[in-house]
């Protein structure tokens, strides 16, 4: 199936830093999602956006629903060790049809 | 919050031999579910959406025979892996669709890690 453009494939950062990732798609979505997995573990819903525009926080976890409605980014800020893992977007079209992103690995060195 | 269960979390078993999984939604009724198919580090594949009540739609590629699919209500969907082989061997992981957020939202099972001999 088709999959978004997520960016950067994969980062190394350093503890207290912030991080940026964000997805883009061809065609315009109703829903962005953002998911975080651990190893051998499903996908966890970190933010759910349902209005383009739309700025949504959880803790240190900032998203945004592009104006466009095409994008959607997601911040962390002041990375912990535990932000460890494999962060993927999710979008919904205008057809019902859910799209995820290839994914971005976040290492964060103590 | 939504919950989704898996059951089992993972299985060994010999190839030749059928594998069910179980998908459940605890604290919500989901007349969609999907099933995904992950290999390591790579993303989540579609594999086939499950509706309550009615036949699975399976994505271009996917045996429907191969991959047997029962949402028999709207609690549960079952994954059934007939004949596995070890090229069957992978992570499995369900969603549901959540009524209550107007089924914009998609909440994961943990995964079932299956090896087939």
């Known amino acids: 199936g088709q999959q978004l453009n997520q960016s950067p494939q994969s980062m190394f950062i350093q503890e207290g830093e912030d991080v940026s990732m964000n997805c883009t798609s061809s065609s315009i979505f109703n829903t962005w999602l953002w998911y975080k997995q651990d190893p051998g573990e499903g996908p966890v819903l970190l933010i759910a956006?349902?209005?383009?525009?739309e700025l949504t926080s959880n803790g240190r976890l900032t998203a945004q629903f592009g104006i466009t409605r095409k994008d959607s980014f997601l911040n962390i800020s002041a990375s912990i060790p535990s932000d460890v893992g494999i962060y993927f977007c999710a979008g919904r079209n205008t057809g019902n049809q859910f799209y995820f992103g290839t994914g971005t690995s976040l290492t964060v060195i103590p | 919050g939504a919950v989704v269960s898996q059951h089992p979390s993972r299985v060994i078993c010999k190839s030749g031999t059928s594998v069910k999984i179980e998908c459940r939604s605890l604290?919500?009724?989901?007349?969609?579910m999907f099933w995904y198919r992950q290999f390591p580090k790579q993303s989540l594949m579609l594999m086939a959406t499950s509706n309550e009540g009615s036949k699975a739609t399976y994505e271009q590629g996917v045996e429907k025979d191969k991959f047997l699919i029962n949402h028999a209500s709207l609690t549960l969907s079952t994954l059934t892996v007939t004949s596995a082989h070890p090229e069957d061997s992978s992570f499995y992981i369900c969603?549901?669709?959540?009524?209550?957020?107007?089924?914009?939202?998609?909440?994961f099972g943990p995964g079932t890690r299956l090896l087939v001999l």
């Open positions: 969603s549901a669709l959540n009524p209550r957020q107007g089924s914009e939202t998609q909440y």
């Open positions: 604290d919500f009724q989901a007349t969609t």
């Open positions: 956006l349902y209005k383009a525009g």
